[in-house]
């Protein structure tokens, strides 16, 4: 329970160390966040975790050609939405609000579970659907607003749940040996970008703190934790815990950064809270009713 609760936590301050390379073009700080992860991940993996890889690479082995192709259809069309999903969500961090940032990890489990529903087939029950009516409807009201943060909140979230539902049907793979592959594509997807808009190395200290900050403290680390918090406790528990991170974020954002926030949208976080609650009653319920007993 602590790592699930630690690894959420975690990503709730994320905002600090990108806002300390605010002055930096998002794209750099993409770059050199992947170019990070690369050698934090691999030296990770080599060190305390061969026998997963050599477990996965033998399964990749053993499989049908076709079963190979979706796998690797599967890694590459995740790579692209998670990378997508970093780029923008530095961005709106960095050059929109960091409550845009915050909403859209409250409302990414949501945007996952619809689209679960639509592409696994996976049952909603009435109550569910009700609270994905709540959350479009808060979604609308913050539109009215600030159109450009709910934009952005909507397209972070969107990447990330797509990224979230190729990652579950990819059921047989270790998933940190799968974040490993996926951060290799994105490197070599990124070099040529990175040649072609001669982006210089940074020289200053602080800039490289920061970007390994990000890499293993805010990357790696609440991975494991995570990974590590779901052999204890059950994938739903976690689900309820996750909404710890975009709660922190905002608390961030307001109390850290002193971003305004004004009745309408407080009326919106609101109303979105309340789907959410909605949304997970029966695993809330469950929870409690397992605390009681």
């Not at 619809?114 to 087939?121: A, D, E, Q, R, V």
């Not at 990819?170 to 996926?182: E, G, P, S, T, Y």
């Not at 997807?189 to 990175?194: A, H, K, Q, R, S």
Request: aromatic share 16%; with cysteine.
């Amino acid at each position: 329970m602590l790592s699930a609760f630690g690894s959420t936590a975690i990503w709730g301050f994320f905002a600090i160390p990108l806002r300390n390379l605010r002055a930096y073009p998002a794209n750099q700080i993409l770059y050199f966040r992947i170019f990070a992860s690369l050698l934090v991940i691999w030296a990770v993996i080599f060190l305390f975790r061969k026998a997963e890889l050599k477990k996965d690479l033998a399964y990749f082995e053993s499989v049908d050609r076709k079963t190979k192709r979706v796998i690797l259809a599967q890694i590459i069309g995740s790579t692209l939405l998670l990378t997508a999903n970093w780029y923008t969500f530095i961005f709106a961090i960095n050059n929109i609000s960091i409550k845009s940032g915050a909403f859209a990890y409250m409302v990414c489990p949501l945007i996952t579970a619809f689209g679960g529903y639509l592409i696994l087939k996976e049952h909603l029950s009435k109550l569910q659907m009700t609270a994905l009516a709540i959350a479009t409807t808060s979604i609308l009201m913050l539109a009215t607003g600030s159109f450009l943060e709910v934009t952005w909140s909507v397209i972070v979230a969107a990447l990330y749940a797509f990224y979230l539902i190729l990652q579950r049907k990819m059921q047989n793979l270790d998933k940190l040996n799968v974040l490993a592959f996926q951060i290799s594509i994105a490197v070599l997807l990124m070099i040529p970008l990175f040649f072609y808009q001669h982006t210089q190395v940074p020289a200053e200290t602080s800039f490289w703190l920061n970007i390994f900050l990000i890499a293993i403290v805010f990357t790696i680390i609440p991975l494991f934790l995570s990974l590590f918090a779901l052999v204890g406790i059950p994938s739903s528990t976690l689900g309820i815990i996750i909404y710890i991170n975009p709660i922190i974020a905002f608390a961030v954002a307001i109390l850290y950064f002193n971003e305004h926030i004004d009745a309408h949208q407080i009326t919106a976080y609101l109303l979105l809270l309340f789907a959410v609650f909605l949304f997970n009653w029966k695993l809330i319920k469950d929870i409690l009713t397992f605390k009681i007993k």
